[in-house]
């Protein structure tokens, strides 16, 4: 490394400073400067010292940073590459009585990092004067004092170091002392006053003497002190430590008023001669406002606060004087040991805000650097990433980290993450400080729009107007703005041969499929249509979804009968045995309903009756039961007007006619065409049909006279002989086929009857049905695949019972 040359202006005086810069090891420069150099005073050009063109100082982000202060005493020109003086070196103040005083810094680059150890050496200049600690000093001597005696005094005090520092006493010419000049063990030079002539307390009673000290620096300074003797009566004994010097450790942050060192001298004489006090001969400006002396005892209290990262050592003279002022003095020095009281500090190199989710493993988003400006395993500092997220720390050069992805990034899952960083030291206890740093995850396009179900069911109400709201269907895709814009559209299809478009519409903005026509449940009851969503992205990216359409039924369809089957003016009459008991089963209404559900529950009451407390029907199976024993009091034929009602909204009823004949023989059974007759004369019947008629609308009466006609128009039942009747199978139209279990029949039946001609003891079967009770009202009828597969056995060979009651006419 060239030399180069600094010249410095100081009170007059100019020195020449030869700067040097030595390679310390690879990577590494040092440079030596004298103090007090003015700012902007070039040091050196770092750039060509380490290698680096000074052009690429700026693009690679070159910057110093200093160790162990926090004071920026350097800079480099990004411009020129030189190393530039940025703040006033004070050497004094900066490292004290330290031989060596050196400012230690890291060149950082960047891109690719690379880091470099520059050392610049600090060099004293002859800035200081030496200075004792008083004015004035006072000494009271003997007159008893013998030639050759000798009498320390306070020990000028240089700040600077070396030959910089005191080298020499001068004494101003006198008549009784010349001065003796000693260099103490740690190099400091002191004066001692040497008696050549006998004092004469009665010839002079006060002497005054000039000591002059001067250091070796050019230009040489020098400081002065008066001394003033007293002569005394003979006191030939100085105060004496017990120690040459003291040596004391103490703990940085120490708490005030805790004694550091405790100092003690003895003196053999008697009374004041004897009495020893103690003061500061030589202490720095800074020690003064950290410790104390006790007079008395000697002890040196803490009286500041103590930072070993502000100095770790100080050193002071205390001198002990008896009450004749003789004196003596000792050094003692205070090592400041290290507690870890700095958590490190974490500096953020750089940072990239924002990292796309597509970025690889092992992608670099930030540089940290940490430091711990205290000493030893207290400085020894582990750096760490606090929770679960997709980064770690990978260490670099020295105490530098970067931050790497360690897994795939996705935005939709988590758009930002906040790095919580850790750097703890190994201190006891441990220090910590913490650092968060937030990284934003950019979009990209991976993402195919995604419903909000796996498939959608809509029920749509028959008769439903054209544009009606079907249902609305929601795709949601995480992707960010363009990328998670959905567009929804219908995929070609056909429903029975019709394109789906026939049948639906759907917006592409908000997803809502409308009904383009009236649907109609008896026609067909449900049909599936897929449903397209795609986003805005580049490339876009789609995904399908099943719209399953019920058509839910409406009570548009009045409920029909069955049996008994209407036949013109012939009517069917069935046989009651005389002796049948209560709760006996005496017939069945069977009625269905082309509507489903709870359209299709059908409940029975009867109306009129011949006479109203012999027969009840049940309210959902209807079948006619003996309310109570027959009686021979109670007459022969007897006409049941039946009501069947729905459960729709509102409700839809018909009404049927059951004639009943109670014998035991049809021999004994008059003609039945008579009950016709008879029964129509009856006035309750005539009032029954005319508040019928009255109540009914004309639709309904409509649809019923429909419903007869279609029933005629089947095969009819035959008649037996002798007016008995017999009941048929129960016929079922195709449009009441129970597809999907919410048909009107619960259960099959079937109704028998076994006449011989002539003979009084023919049998007449009575039955009971698989379901005597009645249903509760708020359950919906439903049926078992065993009892489809009975109902299509019924519709084509007659229905079936359980239980069959024989009773003998």
């Not at 926090?70 to 070196?89: F, H, P, Q, T």
């Not at 519409?505 to 409308?514: E, F, L, P």
Request: some cysteine; glycine content about 6%.
């Amino acid at each position: 490394m060239d030399a180069r040359g600094f010249s410095v202006t100081r009170a007059r005086y100019c020195c020449l400073v030869v700067l040097l810069s030595v390679p310390v090891s690879i990577g590494d420069v040092s440079y030596s400067v004298p103090e007090e150099l003015k700012r902007g005073s070039v040091i050196g050009n770092i750039a060509n010292d380490v290698g680096v063109d000074f052009k690429s100082l700026l693009v690679r982000k070159a910057r110093l940073q200093p160790e162990g202060s926090s004071k920026r005493y350097c800079d480099i020109n990004l411009n020129s590459g030189d190393l530039i003086v940025a703040e006033r070196i004070d050497r004094e103040q900066l490292c004290g009585q330290n031989t060596l005083c050196n400012l230690k810094y890291e060149l950082v680059l960047e891109g690719p990092l690379d880091l470099h150890r520059v050392v610049v050496q600090i060099q004293d200049i002859n800035d200081n004067s030496p200075q004792f600690s008083k004015d004035m000093m006072r000494l009271e001597i003997r007159e008893s004092a013998d030639k050759g005696a000798r009498f320390p005094v306070n020990e000028a005090h240089d700040a600077d170091i070396g030959q910089n520092a005191v080298q020499s006493y001068t004494l101003q010419r006198n008549d009784h002392f010349v001065v003796a000049v000693h260099t103490n063990i740690d190099g400091g030079k002191y004066a001692e006053l040497v008696l050549e002539k006998e004092l004469d307390r009665e010839e002079q009673q006060e002497v005054t003497l000039l000591l002059t000290a001067s250091d070796g620096g050019t230009p040489q300074r020098s400081g002065t002190v008066v001394i003033n003797i007293s002569v005394l009566d003979a006191n030939d004994n100085i105060p004496v430590f017990n120690q040459a010097f003291y040596k004391a450790s103490l703990p940085e942050n120490s708490a005030l008023g805790a004694v550091v060192v405790t100092v003690s001298a003895g003196d053999a004489d008697e009374g004041a001669n004897g009495e020893v006090t103690y003061e500061f001969s030589r202490i720095s400006d800074e020690a003064k406002d950290l410790f104390s002396l006790d007079r008395k005892t000697g002890e040196i209290r803490v009286t500041g606060p103590i930072d070993y990262e502000e100095k770790s050592r100080y050193e002071m003279r205390i001198e002990g004087k008896d009450g004749a002022g003789l004196a003596s003095q000792t050094k003692v020095i205070v090592d400041i040991t290290d507690v870890n009281d700095n958590a490190p500090f974490i500096f953020v190199t750089s940072l990239s805000n924002s990292v796309p989710e597509s970025a690889p493993l092992g992608t670099e988003v930030g540089i940290i650097n940490v430091q711990d400006i205290d000493s030893d395993n207290n400085s020894q500092v582990r750096c760490s990433i606090q929770g679960q997220v997709p980064f770690k720390l990978m260490p670099s050069i020295k105490n530098f980290y970067s931050i790497v992805t360690t897994s795939a990034l996705d935005r939709e899952l988590q758009s930002e993450y906040n790095i919580s960083l850790t750097a703890s030291d190994e201190g006891s206890p441990p220090l910590s400080s913490f650092k968060t740093l937030h990284v934003s995850i950019s979009d990209v396009n991976d993402n195919p729009p995604a419903f909000d179900e796996q498939s959608y069911s809509a029920y749509v109400t028959e008769n439903n107007k054209p544009g009606t709201s079907v249902i609305s269907v929601r795709a949601r895709d995480p992707d960010y703005r363009q990328n998670g814009t959905v567009f929804y559209s219908l995929l070609s299809s056909e429903v029975s041969g019709v394109p789906v478009s026939s049948f639906l519409s759907i917006n592409g903005d908000t997803g809502v499929i409308h009904a383009v026509r009236s649907f109609d449940y008896e026609q067909f009851r449900s049909f599936k249509v897929q449903v397209v969503a795609r986003d805005n992205g580049s490339p876009p990216l789609s995904s399908n979804m099943t719209v399953s359409v019920f058509i839910t039924d409406e009570n548009d369809n009045s409920p029909q009968i069955l049996y008994p089957a209407p036949s013109g003016n012939s009517m069917m009459t069935e046989m009651v045995p005389k002796a049948a008991h209560a709760g006996s089963l005496v017939s069945k209404v069977i009625a269905v309903d082309a509507d489903s559900g709870q359209n299709a529950w059908l409940s029975y009451q009867i109306l009129k009756s011949t006479d109203p407390g012999l027969f009840t029907i049940g309210l959902h199976s209807g079948e006619i039961r003996a309310q109570r024993d027959i009686a021979e009091s109670d007459t022969m034929k007897q006409n049941l007007v039946v009501s069947v009602k729905d459960n729709g909204q509102p409700s839809l009823s018909t009404t049927c006619s059951v004639y009943l004949l109670i014998s035991d023989n049809l021999a004994e059974v008059p003609e039945l065409k008579d009950m016709s007759y008879e029964e129509n004369s009856s006035k309750l019947t005539s009032y029954l049909i005319i508040a019928l008629v009255s109540v009914s609308t004309f639709f309904l009466t409509f649809i019923i006279l429909i419903v007869v006609v279609k029933f005629c128009r089947r095969r009819k039942p035959r008649m037996l002989f002798d007016g008995a009747v017999a009941i048929p199978g129960a016929y079922f139209p195709p449009n009441y086929a129970d597809v999907d279990g919410a048909g009107t029949l619960r259960s099959s039946y079937n109704y028998d009857t076994y006449l011989t001609t002539g003979s009084r003891t023919s049998d007449f079967k009575f039955v009971r049905s698989f379901n005597d009770g009645t249903l509760p009202a708020d359950q919906t009828l439903k049926r078992s695949p065993n009892e489809t597969s009975e109902l299509g056995e019924t519709t084509e060979g007659g229905s079936k019972f359980s239980t069959l009651v024989k009773l003998p006419f």
